[in-house]
């Protein structure tokens, strides 16, 4: 039969120190550039999509259980894997959180110095406000990883007039996200549930201009009387 393991949903492999708990180590951390503050979150966004996607290829989440109905652990699923995988996306998400909360005190110092040194905002100023604007629309408790991107959009679609375009990356569906959104399957069930109605879209686009990211807030009613297939007319894949 196998050992029974009622524990079997609680990491095993160590998480290491916890973020923000020595307050020497904050003192230095704190003391780093800016610049390497944010190529840092860009990394361990990177890091918690790769993750992401290995709970995808088991087609698992955070929360499916891994145990059968008596207690004992699935032989479907690589359940190590899975474990590692959690245990690390828990670490992560401390990690995201200390760095959204230092990358915002650093932006508020940066932006006070800058007016106390010079009226006219630099180039770097420029792109740490553009920076700024993104952090404050971004909830530090929340890892909204992109889960999905636009393929292509139909012009006259409830998708197009919403501003959805191609090359888009999906953060969040409605309630859906990168922890619960079962291979898009939750995409396609909040499409189905909400016809008529208007769903929060929100999405990163990488602006043609000058290549930086911006993240957008949209309103998008699926319809089926708009004159193609579908209630959204844009396709939609996974990231």
């Known amino acids: 039969m196998g050992l029974r393991m009622d524990n079997i ?82 670490h992560l998400r401390n990690d995201y959180k200390d760095l959204m909360s230092r990358i915002e005190a650093g932006l508020h110092a940066h932006h006070a110095s800058v007016r106390a040194a010079d009226p006219v905002p630099s180039t770097s100023s420029s792109h740490l406000t553009n920076m700024s604007s993104r952090s404050n629309a971004t909830d530090p408790s929340l890892v909204e990883t992109p889960f999905a991107r636009v393929n292509s959009v139909v012009a006259g679609s409830p998708a197009d007039r919403a501003g959805l375009q191609a090359g888009d990356a999906i953060r969040r569906f409605g309630n859906v996200n990168w922890m619960n959104h079962e291979k898009l399957s939750k995409v396609a069930e909040t499409v189905q549930r909400n016809e008529g109605r208007n769903v929060i879209v929100k999405v990163v686009r990488k602006k043609a201009a000058n290549n930086m990211m911006e993240e957008l807030s949209l309103r998008l009613t699926p319809r089926r009387d708009w004159g193609g297939r579908g209630l959204l007319g844009c396709h939609i894949l996974p990231a």
Do not use: W
């Open 9 to 90: 949903h609680t990491p095993t492999v160590p998480l290491g120190p916890i973020t923000g708990c020595d307050s020497s180590k904050d003192s230095a951390e704190v003391k780093l550039p800016l610049m390497d503050l944010i190529a840092e979150k860009d990394r361990v966004e990177s890091e918690l999509s790769a993750l992401s996607r290995v709970l995808d290829s088991h087609g698992v989440d955070m929360n499916t259980t891994l145990t059968t109905f008596d207690g004992y652990p699935r032989d479907d699923l690589d359940i190590a894997q899975i474990r590692t995988a959690r245990a690390r996306i828990i």
